[in-house]
């Protein structure tokens, strides 16, 4: 699908990439050439990330807050001059609980995160993609962007907003020659997954065993994905080979249930 150096020449910004999923795109972009900044909310995951990869560009960052996210779009101008790639990766689990136990500003820091960051990410980064002569945005939704999400209301609504973002922006930007689309992990391999699962175990009144089956029931493939298959998702999508590929919501198993109480 890709060959080594296909993004040779290429300027990425990937957000909340300290760990995770981020961490394997920005390390796949690197092995193909490559020049990339991340960024993440943890200062110290930032810096191992880093220590990992010292060719990485690295800011610690909230990407709900615009000074932030200002501050941070100025130094990857310094440093790389450009963008080609904006991969809006940083996201957060939020609350988990029935509706009327939330707080409202559990709800409003995971809509802030998940969408607003995307938003002012994409803000400053659209200039630079123009600029460029057109360019790959990936958002980062969730199946929980494709199908109901009981007991994650503020973290599926955010999900399914992303998707609106994506759709409108593919069609605000196609005349620039900038794809825009949204890659839709469902449940992925790692320790976040893990965090989710426990939590969700919590507020169900089951075993973590229990609530990682019911995860695996509501895919087609009845499996929890490896984040270096997003990776492999997300450089073809800035490939020559998904030249037209844009406005999409592309899930990597397709959802085929809602998980029920």
């Not at 009327?100 to 802030?112: I, K, T």
């Not at 825009?180 to 976040?192: L, Y």
């Not at 019911?214 to 997300?234: G, N």
Request: aromatic share 6%; proline share 5%; net charge negative.
């Amino acid at each position: 699908m890709s060959s080594k150096g296909s993004l040779s020449g290429r300027v990425a910004w990937v957000t909340g990439s300290s760990r995770g999923i981020g961490r394997v795109i920005a390390g796949a972009f690197l092995a193909e050439g490559a020049q990339v900044w991340v960024c993440d909310i943890d200062p110290d995951a930032l810096a191992e990330a880093g220590s990992a990869h010292p060719e990485l560009g690295t800011s610690s960052a909230d990407v709900a807050d615009p000074s932030q996210v200002d501050a941070m779009f100025e130094a990857i101008g310094r440093a790389f001059g450009g963008l080609d790639i904006l991969v809006n990766n940083a996201g957060t689990a939020g609350p988990t609980g029935p509706i009327e136990s939330l707080d409202p500003r559990e709800w409003r820091r995971c809509v802030g995160v998940n969408l607003e960051g995307a938003f002012l990410c994409a803000r400053r980064a659209v200039p630079l993609l123009k600029a460029a002569g057109g360019g790959t945005v990936i958002n980062v939704s969730s199946t929980a962007g494709l199908m109901g999400y009981p007991l994650r209301t503020p973290y599926a609504a955010a999900k399914w907003a992303v998707i609106g973002l994506t759709r409108s922006l593919a069609v605000e930007l196609g005349p620039y020659r900038i794809r825009v689309n949204a890659i839709c992990p469902g449940s992925v391999e790692g320790a976040r997954m893990a965090r989710v699962i426990e939590a969700e175990a919590a507020a169900r009144g089951m075993s973590e065993q229990e609530v990682r089956r019911s995860y695996a029931r509501t895919t087609s493939l009845r499996s929890f994905v490896p984040p270096e298959q997003i990776a492999a998702l997300a450089l073809f999508l800035c490939s020559d080979l998904a030249a037209n590929v844009s406005g999409h919501a592309i899930a990597e198993e397709a959802p085929t249930e809602s998980l029920s109480g």
